[in-house]
């Protein structure tokens, strides 16, 4: 199983980007997707997932509102859209995936087997 970001880059105050994560695997719906952030000095941390069969959606609070996670399993690839973004925001973003057993998110890293080896994204003032 290998995971593949890509879509960071620079961007404004106040803009958008979206993520793409290209899951390569067979039959990615077995598995339960989530995109992480990590900030210099600072530990990796949750920012939103959704489950194996596109059921549920789950977001970081600071997330809310803001971003979206989606997914294509025909495309095996799956999407973080944020919109109004913040210097805050910037940080290099993860996506992980969780082969266990139940439909189900957690916002701990522990669970996720895979991870992709990250694309940045820096939001300027």
């Known amino acids: 199983v290998q995971l593949v970001e890509s879509g960071g880059g620079l961007v404004a105050s106040g803009g958008s980007l979206r993520l793409s994560c290209i899951v390569f695997a067979d039959n990615i719906s077995r598995f339960n997707m989530a995109w992480f952030r990590q900030a210099p000095g600072s530990e990796r941390e949750f920012v939103g997932g959704?489950?194996?069969?596109?059921?549920?959606?789950q977001y970081a609070d600071t997330a809310k509102g803001r971003f979206a996670i989606s997914r294509d399993n025909a495309k095996n690839t799956i999407y973080l859209r944020m919109n109004n973004l913040e210097p805050e925001d910037t940080a290099v973003y993860y996506c992980?995936?969780?082969?266990?057993?139940?439909?189900?998110?957690?916002?701990?890293?522990?669970?996720?087997?895979?991870w992709g080896q990250g694309t940045k994204v820096t939001v300027s003032t």
């Open positions: 959704i489950s194996r069969n596109d059921i549920d959606t």
């Open positions: 992980a995936a969780d082969d266990g057993l139940y439909e189900k998110i957690f916002s701990q890293t522990s669970p996720y087997e895979y």
